[in-house]
Protein backbone atom coordinates (compact mmCIF):
# COMPACT_ATOMS: atom_id res chain seq x y z
CA UNK A 1 0.00 0.00 0.00
CA UNK A 2 1.42 3.19 -0.77
CA UNK A 3 1.84 6.36 1.54
CA UNK A 4 -1.10 8.36 -0.33
CA UNK A 5 -3.08 5.02 0.33
CA UNK A 6 -1.72 5.38 4.36
CA UNK A 7 -2.82 8.35 4.76
CA UNK A 8 -6.01 8.43 3.38
CA UNK A 9 -7.01 5.00 5.46
CA UNK A 10 -5.64 7.31 8.64
CA UNK A 11 -8.21 10.25 7.70
CA UNK A 12 -10.40 7.73 6.87
CA UNK A 13 -10.13 5.86 10.25
CA UNK A 14 -10.80 9.22 11.92
CA UNK A 15 -14.57 9.58 11.11
CA UNK A 16 -16.96 8.58 13.39
CA UNK A 17 -19.16 6.30 11.54
CA UNK A 18 -17.05 4.19 11.01
CA UNK A 19 -17.95 0.77 12.18
CA UNK A 20 -16.22 -1.77 14.08
CA UNK A 21 -14.66 -3.87 11.93
CA UNK A 22 -15.00 -2.98 7.86
CA UNK A 23 -12.84 -3.90 4.70
CA UNK A 24 -11.21 -1.48 2.39
CA UNK A 25 -9.23 -1.79 -0.61
CA UNK A 26 -9.88 -5.67 -0.21
CA UNK A 27 -8.26 -5.47 3.23
CA UNK A 28 -9.98 -5.92 6.43
CA UNK A 29 -9.35 -3.54 9.24
CA UNK A 30 -10.72 -3.32 13.10
CA UNK A 31 -11.25 0.06 14.34
CA UNK A 32 -9.97 -0.04 17.40
CA UNK A 33 -10.68 3.91 18.88
CA UNK A 34 -10.86 6.82 16.69
CA UNK A 35 -8.44 8.02 14.31
CA UNK A 36 -7.06 3.99 14.90
CA UNK A 37 -7.84 1.92 12.53
CA UNK A 38 -5.85 -1.93 12.38
CA UNK A 39 -5.19 -4.40 10.52
CA UNK A 40 -5.93 -7.75 12.31
CA UNK A 41 -2.09 -8.97 12.20
CA UNK A 42 -1.01 -5.85 13.83
CA UNK A 43 -3.24 -6.33 16.71
CA UNK A 44 -2.52 -9.89 16.95
CA UNK A 45 1.26 -8.57 17.06
CA UNK A 46 0.32 -6.19 19.71
CA UNK A 47 -1.74 -8.31 21.70
CA UNK A 48 0.77 -10.89 21.82
CA UNK A 49 3.77 -8.17 22.68
CA UNK A 50 1.57 -7.01 25.71
CA UNK A 51 0.91 -11.03 26.58
CA UNK A 52 5.23 -10.96 27.07
CA UNK A 53 5.08 -8.18 28.61
CA UNK A 54 2.36 -9.24 31.08
CA UNK A 55 4.24 -13.02 31.67
CA UNK A 56 7.84 -10.94 32.36
CA UNK A 57 7.25 -12.40 36.39
CA UNK A 58 6.09 -16.01 35.36
CA UNK A 59 8.86 -16.52 32.98
CA UNK A 60 11.67 -14.82 35.11
CA UNK A 61 10.58 -17.42 37.66
CA UNK A 62 10.90 -20.43 35.75
CA UNK A 63 14.72 -19.33 34.28
CA UNK A 64 17.57 -17.57 36.63
CA UNK A 65 18.74 -16.32 33.59
CA UNK A 66 16.24 -13.89 33.03
CA UNK A 67 15.94 -11.54 36.39
CA UNK A 68 12.73 -9.60 36.46
CA UNK A 69 14.29 -6.48 37.77
CA UNK A 70 17.15 -5.74 35.12
CA UNK A 71 14.12 -6.41 32.55
CA UNK A 72 11.76 -3.93 34.16
CA UNK A 73 14.72 -1.18 34.50
CA UNK A 74 15.28 -1.53 30.71
CA UNK A 75 11.38 -0.76 30.44
CA UNK A 76 12.03 2.20 32.42
CA UNK A 77 15.01 3.61 30.49
CA UNK A 78 13.05 2.72 27.75
CA UNK A 79 9.85 4.46 28.46
CA UNK A 80 11.91 7.69 29.24
CA UNK A 81 13.62 7.17 25.69
CA UNK A 82 10.19 7.12 24.14
CA UNK A 83 9.77 10.56 25.54
CA UNK A 84 13.23 11.59 24.30
CA UNK A 85 11.86 10.57 20.72
CA UNK A 86 9.24 13.44 20.47
CA UNK A 87 11.73 15.00 20.11
CA UNK A 88 14.68 13.30 17.92
CA UNK A 89 11.87 11.54 14.96
CA UNK A 90 9.78 14.73 15.01
CA UNK A 91 11.70 18.47 15.54
CA UNK A 92 15.05 16.85 14.65
CA UNK A 93 16.64 18.19 18.10
CA UNK A 94 19.01 15.91 20.15
CA UNK A 95 18.94 16.24 23.68
CA UNK A 96 22.20 14.97 25.87
CA UNK A 97 20.87 15.49 29.11
CA UNK A 98 17.60 13.97 29.42
CA UNK A 99 18.66 11.95 32.54
CA UNK A 100 18.05 15.31 34.06
CA UNK A 101 14.29 14.18 33.89
CA UNK A 102 14.46 11.17 35.06
CA UNK A 103 16.63 11.68 37.58
CA UNK A 104 14.44 14.23 38.98
CA UNK A 105 11.36 11.91 39.04
CA UNK A 106 13.42 9.48 40.67
CA UNK A 107 14.77 11.96 43.56
CA UNK A 108 11.82 13.39 43.69
CA UNK A 109 10.22 9.98 45.19
CA UNK A 110 13.38 9.50 47.22
CA UNK A 111 13.33 12.80 48.75
CA UNK A 112 8.61 12.80 49.54
CA UNK A 113 9.74 9.03 50.41
CA UNK A 114 12.66 9.55 53.24
CA UNK A 115 12.59 12.72 54.52
CA UNK A 116 8.56 13.45 54.73
CA UNK A 117 7.30 9.98 55.10
CA UNK A 118 4.70 10.05 52.02
CA UNK A 119 4.17 6.49 52.08
CA UNK A 120 1.60 5.68 49.06
CA UNK A 121 3.00 4.39 45.74
CA UNK A 122 0.23 6.80 43.67
CA UNK A 123 1.14 9.96 45.30
CA UNK A 124 5.25 9.53 44.78
CA UNK A 125 4.59 8.82 41.25
CA UNK A 126 2.25 11.94 40.77
CA UNK A 127 4.76 14.36 42.68
CA UNK A 128 7.79 12.82 40.55
CA UNK A 129 5.57 13.57 37.37
CA UNK A 130 5.08 16.85 38.36
CA UNK A 131 8.19 17.90 39.14
CA UNK A 132 9.85 16.28 36.17
CA UNK A 133 7.44 18.20 34.22
CA UNK A 134 8.31 21.46 35.87
CA UNK A 135 12.23 20.95 34.89
CA UNK A 136 11.16 20.28 31.61
CA UNK A 137 9.57 23.40 31.22
CA UNK A 138 12.41 25.61 33.02
CA UNK A 139 15.35 23.46 30.85
CA UNK A 140 13.45 23.73 27.42
CA UNK A 141 12.31 27.43 28.19
CA UNK A 142 16.08 28.14 28.77
CA UNK A 143 17.74 25.69 26.12
CA UNK A 144 15.24 26.44 23.25
CA UNK A 145 16.70 29.73 22.19
CA UNK A 146 19.37 27.70 20.41
CA UNK A 147 19.15 24.93 18.07
CA UNK A 148 21.57 22.02 17.25
CA UNK A 149 24.67 21.86 18.64
CA UNK A 150 24.36 24.54 20.97
CA UNK A 151 20.58 23.02 22.06
CA UNK A 152 22.27 19.49 22.75
CA UNK A 153 25.19 21.14 24.81
CA UNK A 154 22.69 23.43 26.80
CA UNK A 155 20.68 20.21 27.86
CA UNK A 156 23.98 18.72 28.59
CA UNK A 157 25.18 21.34 30.97
CA UNK A 158 21.95 21.51 32.98
CA UNK A 159 22.27 17.85 32.92
CA UNK A 160 26.03 17.96 34.46
CA UNK A 161 24.15 20.82 36.82
CA UNK A 162 22.03 18.97 38.49
CA UNK A 163 24.32 15.94 38.88
CA UNK A 164 26.73 18.37 40.43
CA UNK A 165 23.77 19.54 43.21
CA UNK A 166 23.22 15.84 43.80
CA UNK A 167 26.37 15.14 44.45
CA UNK A 168 27.04 17.98 46.27
CA UNK A 169 24.07 17.99 48.60
CA UNK A 170 23.94 15.68 52.16
CA UNK A 171 20.40 16.40 52.02
CA UNK A 172 19.88 14.16 48.75
CA UNK A 173 21.86 12.13 50.12
CA UNK A 174 25.25 12.71 48.53
CA UNK A 175 27.00 10.37 46.33
CA UNK A 176 25.05 7.43 48.20
CA UNK A 177 22.13 9.07 47.18
CA UNK A 178 18.57 8.51 49.31
CA UNK A 179 16.10 5.27 49.95
CA UNK A 180 12.88 5.08 48.90
CA UNK A 181 11.50 2.94 51.95
CA UNK A 182 8.73 5.13 53.92
CA UNK A 183 6.86 3.48 56.18
CA UNK A 184 6.97 0.86 58.58
CA UNK A 185 7.32 -1.80 56.41
CA UNK A 186 9.85 0.03 54.38
CA UNK A 187 8.10 0.13 51.41
CA UNK A 188 5.56 2.18 49.58
CA UNK A 189 2.17 1.23 50.03
CA UNK A 190 -1.11 1.18 46.94
CA UNK A 191 -4.20 2.70 48.35
CA UNK A 192 -2.98 2.40 52.16
CA UNK A 193 -2.08 -1.74 51.74
CA UNK A 194 1.28 -2.62 52.90
CA UNK A 195 2.90 -4.81 50.74
CA UNK A 196 5.21 -7.75 51.17
CA UNK A 197 8.51 -7.83 49.24
CA UNK A 198 7.67 -10.36 46.80
CA UNK A 199 4.09 -8.81 45.93
CA UNK A 200 5.74 -5.54 46.46
CA UNK A 201 7.91 -6.44 43.28
CA UNK A 202 4.97 -8.36 41.10
CA UNK A 203 2.51 -5.04 41.96
CA UNK A 204 5.26 -2.52 41.17
CA UNK A 205 6.02 -4.16 37.62
CA UNK A 206 2.20 -4.36 36.90
CA UNK A 207 1.35 -0.70 37.81
CA UNK A 208 4.54 -0.36 35.34
CA UNK A 209 2.32 -2.20 32.89
CA UNK A 210 -0.39 -0.56 32.85
CA UNK A 211 1.64 3.03 32.71
CA UNK A 212 3.78 2.24 29.39
CA UNK A 213 0.54 0.85 28.19
CA UNK A 214 -1.31 4.42 28.70
CA UNK A 215 1.95 5.90 27.87
CA UNK A 216 2.36 4.75 24.22
CA UNK A 217 -1.15 4.88 23.72
CA UNK A 218 -0.92 9.11 24.55
CA UNK A 219 2.02 9.41 22.77
CA UNK A 220 0.54 7.50 19.56
CA UNK A 221 -2.94 10.09 19.88
CA UNK A 222 -0.18 13.09 20.24
CA UNK A 223 2.45 11.75 17.02
CA UNK A 224 -1.01 11.14 14.88
CA UNK A 225 -2.72 14.59 16.04
CA UNK A 226 -2.32 18.06 14.09
CA UNK A 227 0.11 19.05 16.71
CA UNK A 228 2.14 15.84 15.65
CA UNK A 229 1.95 17.16 11.76
CA UNK A 230 3.49 20.66 13.05
CA UNK A 231 6.23 18.98 14.88
CA UNK A 232 7.04 17.04 11.98
CA UNK A 233 7.04 20.06 9.82
CA UNK A 234 9.49 21.98 12.42
CA UNK A 235 11.12 19.29 12.26
CA UNK A 236 11.78 19.29 8.27
CA UNK A 237 12.11 23.26 7.77
CA UNK A 238 11.72 24.99 10.83
CA UNK A 239 11.74 28.67 8.85
CA UNK A 240 8.99 27.11 6.50
CA UNK A 241 7.27 26.06 9.23
CA UNK A 242 7.50 30.01 10.81
CA UNK A 243 6.24 31.44 7.39
CA UNK A 244 3.33 29.37 7.55
CA UNK A 245 2.12 30.64 10.90
CA UNK A 246 3.01 27.56 12.68
CA UNK A 247 4.44 29.26 16.33
CA UNK A 248 7.59 27.02 16.42
CA UNK A 249 9.09 28.25 19.81
CA UNK A 250 5.87 27.53 21.24
CA UNK A 251 5.34 24.00 19.82
CA UNK A 252 8.99 22.85 20.69
CA UNK A 253 8.49 23.82 23.89
CA UNK A 254 5.61 21.56 24.52
CA UNK A 255 7.37 18.77 22.58
CA UNK A 256 10.35 18.98 25.14
CA UNK A 257 7.79 19.06 28.09
CA UNK A 258 6.07 16.06 26.81
CA UNK A 259 9.48 14.47 26.92
CA UNK A 260 9.99 15.24 30.28
CA UNK A 261 6.82 14.04 31.25
CA UNK A 262 7.76 10.36 30.15
CA UNK A 263 11.28 10.93 32.16
CA UNK A 264 9.60 12.12 34.77
CA UNK A 265 7.10 9.01 35.19
CA UNK A 266 9.82 6.88 34.40
CA UNK A 267 12.24 8.25 36.91
CA UNK A 268 9.38 7.88 39.74
CA UNK A 269 9.08 4.08 38.70
CA UNK A 270 12.71 3.48 38.86
CA UNK A 271 12.42 4.78 42.26
CA UNK A 272 9.61 2.75 43.65
CA UNK A 273 11.43 -0.32 41.71
CA UNK A 274 15.28 0.03 42.90
CA UNK A 275 14.24 1.85 46.23
CA UNK A 276 17.09 3.54 46.63
CA UNK A 277 18.38 6.61 44.10
CA UNK A 278 21.89 7.46 43.51
CA UNK A 279 23.05 9.98 41.05
CA UNK A 280 25.80 7.96 39.05
CA UNK A 281 22.55 6.10 38.20
CA UNK A 282 20.13 8.17 37.36
CA UNK A 283 21.68 12.01 36.51
CA UNK A 284 25.10 11.36 35.30
CA UNK A 285 25.40 12.75 31.71
CA UNK A 286 26.43 8.77 30.06
CA UNK A 287 22.80 8.07 32.04
CA UNK A 288 21.66 10.48 28.84
CA UNK A 289 23.67 9.23 26.22
CA UNK A 290 22.16 5.62 27.32
CA UNK A 291 18.39 7.17 26.54
CA UNK A 292 19.36 8.72 23.61
CA UNK A 293 21.46 5.41 22.55
CA UNK A 294 18.06 3.12 23.37
CA UNK A 295 16.10 5.32 20.88
CA UNK A 296 18.45 4.85 17.98
CA UNK A 297 19.04 1.21 19.11
CA UNK A 298 15.27 0.24 18.83
CA UNK A 299 14.07 2.60 15.99
CA UNK A 300 13.67 6.32 16.43
CA UNK A 301 11.40 5.83 13.49
CA UNK A 302 9.10 3.81 15.36
CA UNK A 303 7.02 3.90 18.19
CA UNK A 304 7.93 1.45 20.43
CA UNK A 305 11.32 1.11 19.42
CA UNK A 306 12.84 3.02 21.98
CA UNK A 307 11.42 0.68 24.31
CA UNK A 308 12.47 -2.45 23.06
CA UNK A 309 16.16 -0.38 22.97
CA UNK A 310 16.13 -0.21 26.73
CA UNK A 311 15.22 -3.20 27.27
CA UNK A 312 17.61 -4.92 25.14
CA UNK A 313 20.70 -2.62 26.19
CA UNK A 314 19.72 -2.76 29.82
CA UNK A 315 19.95 -6.77 29.21
CA UNK A 316 22.89 -6.91 27.32
CA UNK A 317 24.87 -4.70 29.98
CA UNK A 318 23.67 -7.23 32.79
CA UNK A 319 24.52 -10.11 30.99
CA UNK A 320 27.79 -9.28 29.97
CA UNK A 321 28.97 -8.65 33.75
CA UNK A 322 27.93 -12.37 33.99
CA UNK A 323 29.95 -12.80 31.22
CA UNK A 324 33.38 -11.25 31.46
CA UNK A 325 35.12 -8.61 33.65
CA UNK A 326 35.21 -6.56 29.92
CA UNK A 327 31.47 -6.73 29.89
CA UNK A 328 31.83 -3.14 28.78
CA UNK A 329 33.53 -4.44 25.21
CA UNK A 330 31.21 -7.19 24.67
CA UNK A 331 28.20 -5.25 24.85
CA UNK A 332 29.91 -2.91 22.34
CA UNK A 333 30.74 -4.99 20.03
CA UNK A 334 27.12 -6.56 20.06
CA UNK A 335 25.19 -3.37 19.65
CA UNK A 336 27.45 -2.96 17.02
CA UNK A 337 26.77 -5.67 14.92
CA UNK A 338 22.91 -4.85 15.54
CA UNK A 339 23.80 -1.31 13.87
CA UNK A 340 25.14 -2.87 11.17
CA UNK A 341 22.79 -5.44 10.44
CA UNK A 342 19.51 -2.72 11.91
CA UNK A 343 20.32 0.34 10.50
CA UNK A 344 16.96 1.75 11.07
CA UNK A 345 16.77 -0.22 14.76
CA UNK A 346 15.90 -3.43 15.29
CA UNK A 347 11.72 -2.27 15.12
CA UNK A 348 12.19 -0.06 12.24
CA UNK A 349 14.21 -2.56 9.99
CA UNK A 350 11.40 -5.06 11.23
CA UNK A 351 9.04 -3.46 9.17
CA UNK A 352 8.14 -3.59 5.85
CA UNK A 353 9.93 -1.76 2.85
CA UNK A 354 13.63 -2.23 5.40
CA UNK A 355 16.29 -3.58 3.94
CA UNK A 356 15.92 -6.65 6.42
CA UNK A 357 12.78 -7.66 5.40
CA UNK A 358 14.10 -7.07 1.46
CA UNK A 359 16.94 -9.53 2.38
CA UNK A 360 14.65 -12.46 4.24
CA UNK A 361 11.76 -12.24 1.27
CA UNK A 362 14.84 -12.49 -1.20
CA UNK A 363 16.30 -15.31 0.58
CA UNK A 364 12.79 -17.08 1.25
CA UNK A 365 12.74 -17.18 -2.96
CA UNK A 366 16.53 -18.40 -3.74
CA UNK A 367 18.62 -19.13 -0.69
CA UNK A 368 21.32 -19.64 -3.08
CA UNK A 369 21.74 -16.20 -3.14
CA UNK A 370 23.36 -16.28 0.06
CA UNK A 371 26.91 -17.11 -1.83
CA UNK A 372 26.72 -13.58 -3.45
CA UNK A 373 25.90 -12.07 -0.56
CA UNK A 374 29.02 -13.88 1.17
CA UNK A 375 31.06 -12.52 -2.36
CA UNK A 376 30.19 -9.28 -1.56
CA UNK A 377 30.73 -8.80 1.96
CA UNK A 378 34.27 -10.07 1.54
CA UNK A 379 35.00 -7.70 -1.49
CA UNK A 380 33.80 -4.78 0.60
CA UNK A 381 35.66 -6.04 3.39
CA UNK A 382 38.87 -6.52 1.40
CA UNK A 383 38.73 -3.00 0.27
CA UNK A 384 38.03 -1.59 3.33
CA UNK A 385 41.49 -3.53 4.68
CA UNK A 386 42.78 -2.03 1.59
CA UNK A 387 41.67 1.57 2.55
CA UNK A 388 43.06 1.40 5.81
CA UNK A 389 46.07 0.61 4.96
CA UNK A 390 46.57 3.07 2.72
CA UNK A 391 45.29 5.44 5.42
CA UNK A 392 47.89 3.85 8.12
CA UNK A 393 50.77 3.98 5.13
CA UNK A 394 50.39 7.99 4.55
CA UNK A 395 50.12 8.40 8.46
CA UNK A 396 52.77 7.18 9.53
CA UNK A 397 55.80 7.73 6.11
CA UNK A 398 53.64 10.18 5.11
CA UNK A 399 53.30 9.38 1.74
CA UNK A 400 50.24 8.63 -0.61
Known amino acids: MS ?27 VRVSRGMVLSPRRIAGWLALLALFVAVPDIASLSSSIQQR ?5 VLFGLAAVGLNVLLRHTKLVSFGHAAFFGTGAYTAAVLASQFDVTSMLLLLAAATLVGTLMAGVIGFLSLRHTGLYFSLLTLAFGQLLYAIAQGQSYLGGSDGLP ?56 QDRTRAQFVGIPVRRYVLAAFVISG ?21 TLYFLRSGEILFMAILGGFGTLVGPLVGGVVLVFLQDVGRDFTNYFDALTGIVLLLLVFGFPRGIVGSLQSGSRLRAAV ?16 AWTSLWAAVGRARRNLRMLVLGVR
Open 3 to 29: DDDHQSLKAWGRRSYVPATTTRDGDRY
Open 70 to 74: VLHQG
Open 180 to 235: VRPGEANRATLFGVELSADVYSVVVYYLTVLVVVLALFVMWRVVNSPFGNALDAIG
Open 261 to 281: IYGGVAGGMYGLVQQHVRPEA
Open 361 to 376: STFSDDPAIVGEWATE
